[in-house]
């Protein structure tokens, strides 16, 4: 394999599908070694197969408003690879939804759901609708409608749609009720689901908790603890918020938080009641963050700008994908960070990480450190499949495991020479095998 002639055909074919182009070029850099070592995969055309989706849906969807006014969006499925599993992937409801941001996602979930080793594919879907300002029945409306276009294309073991940005609990139930009434059936099809009707206990937290217990595993390497240690948060919805829980539980202050219009410091660290109103400042639609410094006088809210320059041991990006570049990874090593878990998909750039790397910062790719959401996701297609709900306890300790293992992985296939841990080629690595010796095992399809 030759990394740079496959990105050349790649960017020919897809031109200006720069998030997907980078998620492949990240993936296909760290495992070329490893790959070209093992001439069974490139006999098999394993790269050039799994680079490009099994199928993309494209498709118009049609609502009404609650003015009576027609609405048009276009909405996406990308079927990316089913060798381990049926396809699993979220849905994304936001403005900025394109096929190069599906594309990037869906590829990374093929290896994130792989370092899980739950039997799950890689997929992904949404819309540029934006529910921000929406009524619940104008999304309840839009969401049948979505539904009446994908239903056919999905099922328990076909294709297990879940939530993301813009699609949570309330957007799932619109879903899956549609879905529920064309199929006839009442089955395990979504995860994230309400838990008085087959959802699993701690989902919405799942992700920032996994966050957190990978992280944890990080300073474990170093034989380092969580004790006294500061950190700094992006994003302030399901992520941030369970990732805060979890870290002041685990005793470390967590001083920023941050929107699309700034970032909040607050030096005296988020306590229980602030990680609440989180809840709260999510639920009102109004996706600011700035009300935060209005309730607790106490914190600074910095308009236009990004938490990156704030002092911290552990710096946690938990928005959306290239929200940490550069300039801010020199920011954050200049100020002494020693741990960098990425909560958000490929949150940081290409020369955030090089930058990173190349100061031996240990940092972890969200394909490995946010897989806790995924994993849940899992367990709740196994407590459907099963008939049964797993306690609180239950579900946490499977995702503490799950996200031990993960660590593990990455350590296998990443540590260096030098004994640093190069996380980013071990979950490449580790996530690749897994899908592409499955692969082999099918044959050509």
């Known amino acids: 394999m030759i990394v740079k002639d496959i990105l050349n055909s790649l960017e020919a074919k897809h031109p200006g599908e720069q998030e997907y182009l980078q998620a492949v070029q990240e993936v296909l850099e760290s495992i070329e070694t490893m790959y070209n070592e093992n001439p069974q995969y490139e006999a098999a055309k394993i790269v050039e197969r799994i680079v490009e989706p099994d199928r993309i849906l494209t498709f118009r969807i049609s609502w009404v408003d609650d003015s009576g006014n027609v609405q048009t969006n276009l909405a996406y499925r990308v079927q990316f690879n089913n060798a381990i599993g049926p396809y699993k992937g979220g849905i994304r409801l936001h403005p900025s939804v394109n096929l190069s941001i599906l594309k990037f996602l869906g590829f990374e979930q093929i290896f994130k759901n792989a370092l899980t080793t739950l039997p799950m594919g890689g997929a992904k879907g949404g819309s540029d609708f934006n529910p921000k300002g929406k009524s619940d029945n104008e999304i309840m409306r839009f969401c049948q409608a979505y539904m009446l276009e994908l239903w056919r294309f999905i099922g328990p073991s076909t294709d297990v749609p879940a939530g993301d940005i813009g699609t949570g609990g309330r957007e799932i139930g619109f879903m899956y009720g549609m879905y529920k009434k064309l199929q006839s059936e009442n089955s395990g099809v979504f995860t994230g689901k309400g838990l008085n009707w087959g959802g699993s206990l701690i989902r ?13 595993e990080m300073l474990d390497t170093k034989n380092d603890t969580f004790k006294g240690k500061i950190a700094t948060l992006s994003g302030f919805g399901n992520v941030t918020w369970g990732a805060a829980l ?3 539980e685990f005793g470390v202050k967590v001083v920023t938080i941050s929107g699309p219009d700034g970032y909040i410091y607050d030096e005296k660290g988020l306590d ?33 700008e990004k938490p990156w320059g704030v002092k911290c041991d ?11 570049n550069g300039d801010d990874a020199v920011k954050l090593i200049a100020n002494g960070v020693k741990y960098v878990a990425e909560l958000s998909n490929m949150g940081c750039t290409p020369e955030a990480i090089h930058a990173l790397q190349k100061a031996k910062v240990m940092y972890a790719p969200g394909k490995a450190v946010n897989a806790g959401g995924v994993a849940v996701s899992g367990l709740e297609m196994s407590q459907n499949a099963m008939k049964l709900n797993w306690t609180k306890d239950e579900v946490d ?36 095998i897994k899908v592409a010796d499955a692969m082999l095992d099918q044959g050509v399809i």
């Open 272 to 304: 229980a009641e602030k990680i609440d109103y989180l809840l709260m400042l999510r639920a009102s639609n109004n996706d600011i963050v700035s009300p935060y410094a209005e309730e607790f006088p106490e914190a600074k809210f910095y308009p236009g």
């Open 246 to 248: 979890k870290l002041t």
């Open 204 to 216: 919405p937290e799942a992700t920032g908790f996994g966050g957190v217990y990978f992280t944890k």
């Open 397 to 432: 300790a499977k995702l503490v495991q799950i996200m031990t293992s993960i660590h593990t992985a990455c350590i296998k296939y990443g540590t260096e020479n030098d004994g640093y841990i190069n996380y980013v080629k071990g979950a490449n690595i580790a996530g690749f």
């Open 314 to 324: 552990i710096a946690m990006p938990c928005a959306t994908q290239n929200e940490l």
